[in-house]
């Protein structure tokens, strides 16, 4: 069993800055890359920001300059530190892992169960 635990969402007002982490646990040989997702009300889950186990990063263009994703893969978690939060950034944001439980199984998507970012006056 697999495990993806996200903590760090909560309320703050525009401008602010919120870090949110996500630590997977369980039998796990060897992570792939790890990400970020958000889904706003009545909106697609869409992707925040990847980073792979080689160190290169992707950020959608609309958090590019202010959230900033990193890993620790002896403890096999993702953070992504939120700055110069805005309203449009509210959403639900889940944890994402491509991994793999052996050094025989392929590669699976695995999602936590996702962490609430409200950003209002």
């Known amino acids: 069993q697999v495990q993806l635990v996200e903590s760090g969402g909560g309320l703050v007002q525009p401008g602010g800055s919120l870090r949110l982490s996500c630590a997977a646990s369980?039998?796990?040989?060897?992570?792939?890359?790890m990400g970020w997702y958000r889904q706003a009300p009545g909106k697609e889950r869409e992707l925040v920001a990847t980073i792979f186990n080689g160190g290169s990063i992707n950020y959608a263009d609309s958090v590019k300059g202010r959230f900033t994703i990193s890993r620790d893969n002896a403890k096999k978690t993702v953070y992504l530190q939120m700055n110069s939060l805005k309203p449009e950034d509210t959403a639900v944001y889940f944890c994402?892992?491509?991994?793999?439980?052996?050094?025989?199984?392929?590669?699976?998507?695995?999602w936590g169960q996702g962490t609430q970012v409200t950003v209002s006056s």
């Open positions: 369980g039998s796990i040989f060897s992570i792939n890359d």
């Open positions: 994402n892992a491509v991994l793999r439980t052996t050094l025989y199984e392929t590669y699976l998507q695995h």
